[in-house]
């Protein structure tokens, strides 16, 4: 039953590019023609959540010639079922995971996280939870803490703009604060409409606790979010389907997806970029040559092997695969995730069973009408932003509820692991368990990406995440928790027959209080997978490895506009952050190439 999904959707059956390539490939001497016909003004490493975005941006200019490389597949319809978890179609993901370390992710298969990102176009928005959140006021400022003057175009109040000119709000409740919110841009953000009882029951359970219901993107401190979606007439709305598809059409526009970048080729004594070597087939790499610059966007964890294998990066990571270094930076240090554990959860009762012709008839209405369960995220449809340290006037943790469906005899779950109660099998309107996350917004430890040992190339990049290895971020967990507890004991909840799950926790289960949640964060740890950090914008090469305005210190031709310039986590999730990121970053490129002429880039 665990794979239903897959027997539905035939197009998940793909095979990824895997190999051990790593030996004997040598770069094609690709003849004149062929050379002139792959040289582009710019090109776009990884068609991600923000790779999308800008290759709509500048190939909105028709005489730049625009390239986008894309590892994973074509997006198709199934990937975008709101009631679908795509995050468990392991086809379209990188499944990376962390290393073990003794204190965090210990009773997880292997002692490891798991890392999931979107290996498909339009990248982890096509995987995520589609939810919109953009962090707080505080999180963008903090972004300037240095002070340098640069970087006072990260403030809130100066990114505002290009949160808006994506934006294209549905709700008119939301809409009204004009100051927050806009419409007409390409990304549509909406409310599901259809709630139901258990929603319901949370939200006045929250509300009873003091939480009051209000747009989490205007900088409340706390709330019980009716959150708002990337959705289109109940449809999952990528970046791809948003941003690239509309425009696929421009002449000037070449998409090509299951190509890997391997390399950026970088002239070693202009410290300057010339192109980038990519394979569709294994051991066959094709090159391509840019005349403008090279814009990476492969994601947190696969830049910093991309940056690795090109010679850019610590000396001593480099040295250990006989790397010859180009450039010194700290490329893969500074890794952050956002991190939550599992564990905590409740079950309701009176929950019909689900047959599946009545899933099967799901399936059917939603693609006649878009209509119906599927076109619901269930619980997963609210959260709680919680407000446990004053200092910031803004959220420490979310609790992000997650409902699941336990085939169970009178949901006696003492026999449940926390990993069967986690993993999501049906449509996420039917569940009849509510597993509660309290995420860390704001992570305090912070980790490092390096290449594979034995497969620098193709093997998973080593993630050393160190989860909860500052002691303030497993308190803060655990004070969360003490809150979600809370909830038992509302008088909304106690009209109900809705229970704390006894899951089978071990080996925390002969501990109480306090102590079993501090084992059970240590052993049960869960990362959320929205890495960042590890290509971090900031003042110089020391401490960074982009400026402001995203360009890669001392190399020429390239910037990175992804989620891996985040210095710091913002208090939400990182989807429109990225999008945000992307669009500013497009912006920059056009002022540089038509306004100052390529000042800052004058080579050619
Ligand atoms: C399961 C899950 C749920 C999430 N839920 C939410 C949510 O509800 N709200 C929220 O705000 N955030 C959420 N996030 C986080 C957010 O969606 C991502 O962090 C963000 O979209 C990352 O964008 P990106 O552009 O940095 O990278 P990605 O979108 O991951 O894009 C990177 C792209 O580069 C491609 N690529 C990688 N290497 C290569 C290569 N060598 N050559 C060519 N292409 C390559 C990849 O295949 C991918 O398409 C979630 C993340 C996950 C994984
Ligand atoms: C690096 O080069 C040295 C000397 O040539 C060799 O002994 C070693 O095995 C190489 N290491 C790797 C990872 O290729
Ligand atoms: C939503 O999609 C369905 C199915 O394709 C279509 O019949 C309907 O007209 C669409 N509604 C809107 C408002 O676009
Ligand atoms: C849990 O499983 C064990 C062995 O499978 C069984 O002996 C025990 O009765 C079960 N406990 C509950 C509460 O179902
Ligand atoms: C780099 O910037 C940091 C602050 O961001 C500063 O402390 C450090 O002195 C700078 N280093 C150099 C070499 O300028």
Redesign the pocket.
Known sequence: MKYWIISLVPYLLVSCVVGDLFSKATRSKADERDVRSSVYDFII???????CVLANRLSAISDWKVLV????IDENIDFDIPGVPT?EYRPIL?NFRTERNGYSCLSRPGGACEV?????LG???V?????Y?RGSKVDYDGWHSTGALASLDWKFDNVIEHFKSVEDNGDYDVLMNSHYHARGGEMHIQRFKHADRPIEIFTAGFTEMGLRSLDINTNAQEAIVNNQFAISNNTRLSTNSAFLKPVRHRKNLQVITG???TKIVINKEEKSVDGVI?EVEKGKEKAAYSKREIIL????V?NVR?LHLSGVGPKADLKKHNITQIFELPVGLNYQDQVTVGGLAFALNEIPEVTEAQIINDFKTWFQSRTGALASRGIGQISAFIQLYENYNAPDVELALEGNFIRSDKFMLTNVSVHAAEESNLPLAYYNLVNIHPVLLRPKSKGKVMLNKRNPKYGRPIIQANFLKESEDLDTLVDSIDIALQLLDTKEFKKTEIKFAPLDLFPCDRLSNRDQWNCISRHYTKAM??PIGTCRMGDNSTVSVVDYQLRVHGIEGLRIM???VMPTHVR?????A?MMIAEKGAKMIIKDWKETNGHYYNRR
């Open positions: 490493i990884g068609g991600g959540t923000a790779g490389l894309e590892s994973g995050r990188w999931k990102t979107g290996k498909v990248g982890s928005s995987v995520n939870d589609m939810k959140t190509a890997t970048v990519y966007t492969t994601g947190a696969n991309l997978s929205n992804d989620a891996s939400g999730g990182i989807f429109a990225t």
